[in-house]
């Protein structure tokens, strides 16, 4: 598993999770979920993000196989 992949199931789960959690336990645990929104929306805008620091640094490689693959609608 890569670093973009990875990103994208603890980002899901985190909305999942705390959603859950403002629902059951405390409506405070929507600003968590605010959170994890603003930031994959800056990192749209400036390629970065905490966890992907995070995850490099945890030895999680880039790309599968060291591989980049190409977009179906690039490939000829």
């Known amino acids: 598993m890569n670093v973009e992949r990875l990103l ?3 980002a899901g789960a ?3 999770a705390t959603l859950a959690l403002g629902y059951w336990v405390h409506p ?3 600003l968590f979920t605010a959170f994890v929104g603003l930031n994959l929306f800056q990192s749209g805008f400036t390629n970065w993000c ?3 620091t995070i995850l490099r640094k945890l030895g ?3 790309s ?5 693959e190409t977009p179906a609608a690039t490939r000829a």
């Open 8 to 10: 994208r199931l603890i």
């Open 28 to 30: 405070y645990w929507y």
């Open 60 to 62: 999680v490689p880039e």
């Open 50 to 52: 905490p966890m992907m």
């Open 64 to 68: 599968a196989g060291g591989r980049h």
């Open 14 to 16: 985190f909305v999942l």
